[in-house]
């Protein structure tokens, strides 16, 4: 991390570098400069939103997880407004609306220079082809997403996730996919289709939704990084404070996340919070600043992964004021 090669001689993406170099240059010479105080990086996206209405009759949760009551699009941005995140990825959130992207839809049309757009899609939907094309035709839409957890009770050979991923690739989406607890099937699921994007969600390390955090938060860290190898992946670092077993800022995060980095690479891990799914763990304030203030992280890393490399896996970047 800070002080040393962030690519441990991996190819970063050319383009990607040349854009970042010049957006910190654009910045000003005190965003190049390295010194004691962290230099915000130039744009900052969030890898992952959740927004919702309240529970109401005219839009009815499927479930009520211990979320705040109402998190709606104006509040997400006034949230995102109020600590310097000028975009995020906004995934539709399963647990309220399942496959129903229509609030999704409503809050980016509302927040267009804000939000890009991913939703979960049905295996088990027979139309699920026709929805996935109808998806990438909708304006902000940037991916999809899938669910191959344990509850899911689904195989990495599961024709419906067969037929949503040859549907990823024809409409050339990335494809969101959760599998904390279950990396094993996420693995091979990502090995039986070689030619589609995945975005690993949350490092594909089971999270708290309440804390204290779990005695062993990163038992599957060695299989996490055993996945770089799937070159067809990139790497959500998301919801990491949930992980933390000390108070705020969470120092005990940065050992374990190091491993990653190193690994991966900042080109292919991509900053976010979870935010609201972490909400009783974390606030919003507290899922960002910890990354944009530490220095265990270089100017040019932090920038790396706090947007450039977000904006590189969805082709997707806000339009700042």
């Known amino acids: 991390m ?6 441990g001689g991996r190819l970063i993406d050319r383009r990607t570098v040349l854009q970042v170099a010049a957006a910190l240059a654009a910045a000003g010479p005190g965003l190049v400069r390295e010194g004691d105080a962290a230099a915000r990086p130039p744009v900052v996206i969030d890898a992952q939103v959740h927004a919702y209405a309240a529970n109401t009759p005219e839009r009815p949760w499927h479930s009520v997880p211990n979320w705040p009551a109402h998190v709606t699009g104006d509040e997400m941005v006034a949230a995102m407004d109020k600590v310097g995140v000028d975009g995020a990825i906004y995934i539709s959130p399963f647990s309220m609306y399942q496959y129903d992207g229509s609030y999704a839809v409503s809050v980016q049309r509302a927040h267009p220079d804000k939000f890009a757009l991913v939703k979960p899609v049905d295996p088990d939907d027979p139309a699920l082809a026709d929805v996935i094309a109808d998806w990438k035709k909708t304006p902000g839409t940037v991916g999809i997403r899938i669910i191959l957890t344990k509850e899911s009770k689904r195989a990495p050979d599961d024709p419906g996730l067969d037929r949503i991923l040859r549907a990823a690739v024809k409409n050339d989406f990335p494809v969101n996919v ?4 279950n990396v094993d099937a996420g693995t091979a699921l990502i090995d039986r289709h070689p030619d589609a994007r995945f975005i690993i969600d949350h490092m594909g390390i089971q999270q708290p939704s309440i804390p204290p955090a779990p005695p062993q938060p990163w038992a599957d860290l060695p299989k996490v990084v055993e996945l770089v190898k799937r070159k067809n992946a990139v790497i959500k670092i998301t919801g990491a404070c949930t992980l933390s077993k000390e108070p705020y800022p969470f120092p ?7 491993r990653i980095f190193d690994a991966w690479g900042f ?9 609201t799914r972490a909400f009783a763990v974390v606030n919003y304030e507290q899922a960002v600043e910890p990354f944009l203030k530490t220095d265990r992280l270089s100017d040019t890393e932090r920038a790396m992964l706090m947007g450039g490399a977000c904006a590189k ?3 997707w970047s806000p339009k700042k004021a």
């Open 252 to 258: 005990d995060i940065w050992d374990p996340l190091a």
């Open 267 to 275: 080109e292919r891990c991509l900053w976010g919070t979870d935010w």
């Open 313 to 315: 896996a969805y082709g």
């Open 2 to 7: 800070a002080n040393r090669s962030a690519s």
């Open 178 to 181: 959760l599998f904390w607890g």
